[in-house]
């Protein structure tokens, strides 16, 4: 049921496939059929899009030429017999063009990722047919040992081994092997051994691309074990990457398996934040424990006590490693159906479905879209700015009984309600696909509250979520600079739309003697009118002062919020939990004792405890006066990115600037390589102190504490200005005393 429903939106030609992999002139297919993994191999001929037919003359390549419909301005598709001649075409376009294929301004287009290029020409979207639980996957984890004197392992550093690799199967069970009873050497054979005889679609792990991986592979390269992890017996491979999530680059090292996918929950950890920002961290056991999948028994070890356990209390850390494991398991269930579901329409492969934005991913559907219909491409619209959406906060404080409500898919509905199209999108394309997928969600939810199984309801909401994800990115696609068919005009026409409707609701609110505390973009917090109590009554009150296809949401209330200021606030739910919202209240470029302070004096703030806010402060000056707690508590941690020697050499031309980091582990004398990370905490009897010039290194604090109290104490009273509007019970003057 669920396959041919979505044939309706996208079709595909072939099901059970779990991996394409391109060849010079033919690909690779490996299928699902039942518990096996058959092997299949197709021609594929290799593409290019032309805006003239006689653009690759004198190319001395064998090509067919294809003209497309529609009059856009890439109307011929050149295919080649292999990827070799297409290579020597881009070559030979470089060359007699002057412009390179990612040129906005190119006589020619290419589709450079070649796994896509044959999903889109055979037709085929990867797990047509399967469900999530017939994928098979394996999760892995390392647990590694360091040289005295250091913070942190390091593979390049031959005493820092892989002494413990735990593994976990779809089908529940778990496997910890160790150096107990084989050497490093051993244990990576193992692992390889091990990927061969499972045969996994996904390998999955946390924090895998920027640890596990490039540690196994920096072992691997000492102790000489190929790492034929793929299928066909094929070699890992690797290049550098990043992608964005929200206003976060991040750089890390991409590896790919030939035959199979790799997943990083760590990166499916950030992806869930941008929605929900609710994660203080996105370490394994933090994520855990947010989700609640860390078992009330697992074994819990420091980083730092690793290397002691392996020597004192084994038994405990293979435990530990074996919960890491599971943990990460649980975590993948959680967060990997809706990416594994839009693979199923999305012409690319799991992982990068997971790492490219949704812009892209829009764009890639919409561009299959058009050359199985045989019809030409426009060129993207040159970027330009226009007026978002409507951002506002009203009311600073704390504020009991609030509720919030939204559009539903506010943009969405607005692109349908309206039939706006893109400018350029002759076939309709656009607004049938968000058409389709909006109504496949609704289905979806409906069948998830009749669904009587919980394996079925589990289905139904990862499909909704996937299909409410997509749905929410296409106005977003509008103003996405290299999107084919984007649509400024479009965007802003939507989104001074949007404004309207939003003004139209708080309007409303307003005169019914409703407090509007904060408007974000689709959704208003507020307090009810004075003797209104019936959700459902007040929902239907607002949904009637707005225009039809436009459905409002009435979808949570909570037992207080405490406004900080635009962006920035805290709810507290009414089973008691606490969740902070904004940079300004959950920086993690604070240190931890302000992370946990802020915490604290919201907490009570929402409690309406505020009178207690001079004993919380109190209690904080003198714990940093008498030197209360660990030193962690005090220390910012920061990975070099570059090594020791081409810190010096930036300073030397003057294009670096000095820093406590560098410095610190200059001066340590070991041999700190990029990529490790460095803990420092500031020295000093001073407020106003040189941060360079006084730290230390939380590994090599002394016996003695020396960190700097007064500056610590002046950094909490600086936090404690910038809530002292809100400690209403503390006269200002007798914040600081």
Sequence with gaps: MQSLELDKIIGSARSGVVAVEPGTNNAVLFIADGDRRTREEIPFHPFLLLTDNALLNGAGVDYELEALSGGAVFRYRANFASADALDTAVKFLKDTTGRNPSSPTADYRVVSDMYQQVLISEKIRLFRGMDFSSLRRLQFDIETVVEPGFEFSNPEREGDQIIIMSFAFSNGETKVLSQENMSEKELLEAFVELVREYDPDVLEGHNIFRFDLPFIETRAKRHKVALKLGRDNKLISKRNSRFSAAER????????????????????????????????????????????????????IEGRDICRYWTENRKALLDYAADDVIETRSLANILMPS?????????????????????????????????????????????????????????????????????????????????WVPARDILGAYPRLLGELRKFRLEAKDAERKAEIQADRDRLNALQTTFKILINSFYGYLGFSMGTFNDYAMAENVTARGREILTTMMNFLQKSGAIVIEMDTDGIYFQPPPGVENTADFQQAIQNVLPEGIEVELDATYRAMFGYKSKNYALLTHRGE?????????????????????????????????????????????????????????????????????????????????????????????????????????????????????????????????????????????????????IETIPPDDLFA
């Design 249 to 300: 680059t991040v750089n890390y090292t991409r590896y790919d398996l030939y035959g199979r996918h790799i997943v990083d929950t760590f990166h499916l950890t950030l992806f869930y934040d941008v929605t929900h920002r609710n994660l203080d961290n996105y370490g394994l056991k933090y994520v855990a424990r947010h989700f609640g999948v860390a078992a009330p028994e697992r074994t819990y």
């Design 339 to 419: 990416y594994f579901y839009q693979t199923q329409l999305i012409p690319m492969k799991l992982q990068d479905c997971v790492v490219r934005g949704n812009a892209t991913t829009i764009d890639s559907m919409l561009l299959a879209e058009y050359l199985n219909q045989k019809c030409s491409l426009p060129r993207s619209e040159m970027s330009r700015a226009f007026e978002g959406g409507l951002t506002r906060s009203f009311e600073g404080g704390v504020f009991k009984n609030v509720w919030h409500c939204d559009v539903r898919s506010l943009y969405p509905s607005i692109i349908l309600a309206e039939k």
């Design 578 to 726: 606490v969740t902070l919202v904004g940079a300004a209240l959950k920086s993690r470029g604070l240190e931890p004792f302000q992370r946990d302070f802020i915490h604290e004096l919201v907490s009570l703030l929402l409690h309406g405890r505020g009178n207690l806010a001079g004993e919380l402060i109190e209690r904080y000056r003198k714990a940093i006066e008498n030197r209360e707690w660990p030193l962690e508590k005090f220390a910012k941690s920061e990975t070099l990115g570059d090594s020791l020697d081409v810190y010096k050499r930036k300073l030397g031309s003057g294009s670096g600037r000095r820093s406590a980091a560098y410095e610190l582990a200059i001066a340590s004398g070991r041999d700190y390589q990029a990529g490790d990370q460095v803990s420092f905490y500031i020295t000093g009897d001073r407020k106003k102190v040189s941060v360079v010039d006084n730290s230390c290194l939380l590994a090599d604090a002394p016996p003695e504490r020396d960190e700097n109290v007064v500056y610590y104490q002046d950094k909490l009273d600086e936090l404690v200005k910038k809530f002292s509007a809100f």
